[in-house]
């Protein structure tokens, strides 16, 4: 999935002209691994100037989602780089942000996020251990296999339990 521009609530993009020159611009492809590509091959990144740009987020708001662990810039030809993924948590969290949710509380989702991986791991790590007689390739799909059940086995239980705090 490709998430070019992604303005923040009530923004618009200002300068088309500016939008298509960035260096983010071609559609990228997915690898095997899933990561977002260019057609070249190369990862999709952005520097600090394109991802304030494309995300609308300011300073402010991008320090405080990286000092949560939300957005994590990696240093790429020793210039700060954002991915994809960061473009589309810093989506998500303009959106919860604009409806007046503290940034700070945001940082609970990433533990819930590192936790469920810590479960995935625990649940999987036989099959990677060596001697197991499973190939690293195959338990790396077994992994994501687990990985997709227990994500709906979460949605599932979130969906219910909204359904019982909603009352409906």
């Given at each position: 999935?490709?998430?070019?521009?992604?303005p923040?609530?009530?923004?618009?993009?200002?300068?088309?002209?500016?939008?298509a020159?960035?260096?983010?611009?071609?559609?990228?492809?997915?690898?095997?691994?899933?990561?977002?590509?260019?057609?070249?091959?190369?990862?999709?990144?952005?520097?600090?100037?394109?991802?304030?740009?494309?995300?609308?987020?300011?300073?402010?708001?991008?320090?405080?989602?990286?000092?949560?662990?939300?957005?994590?810039?990696?240093?790429?030809?020793?210039?700060?780089?954002?991915?994809?993924?960061?473009?589309?948590?810093?989506?998500?969290?303009?959106?919860?942000?604009?409806?007046?949710?503290?940034?700070?509380?945001?940082?609970?989702?990433?533990?819930?996020?590192?936790?469920?991986?810590?479960?995935?791991?625990?649940?999987?790590?036989?099959?990677?251990?060596?001697?197991?007689?499973?190939?690293?390739?195959?338990?790396?799909?077994?992994?994501?296999?687990?990985?997709?059940?227990?994500?709906?086995?979460?949605?599932?239980?979130?969906?219910r339990?909204?359904?019982?705090?909603?009352?409906?």
């Open positions: 999935m490709r998430v070019v521009s992604m923040a609530p009530g923004t618009t993009v200002e300068n088309e002209a500016v939008h020159a960035l260096s983010v611009v071609p559609t990228p492809t997915d690898t095997d691994d899933g990561a977002p590509t260019t057609g070249s091959g190369a990862l999709v990144r952005y520097t600090a100037s394109e991802f304030l740009f494309v995300t609308g987020l300011d300073a402010r708001v991008l320090n405080q989602l990286q000092a949560l662990g939300l957005i994590t810039p990696t240093m790429v030809a020793k210039q700060t780089s954002y991915t994809d993924d960061d473009v589309r948590v810093a989506g998500v969290a303009a959106s919860l942000v604009a409806r007046g949710v503290d940034a700070r509380l945001l940082g609970s989702l990433r533990r819930l996020a590192e936790r469920e991986v810590g479960l995935i791991d625990e649940l999987t790590q036989p099959l990677r251990a060596k001697g197991s007689g499973v190939s690293a390739e195959k338990a790396r799909a077994i992994t994501s296999e687990v990985a997709a059940e227990v994500d709906t086995l979460r949605e599932v239980l979130l969906v339990a909204l359904r019982d705090y909603l009352g409906s």
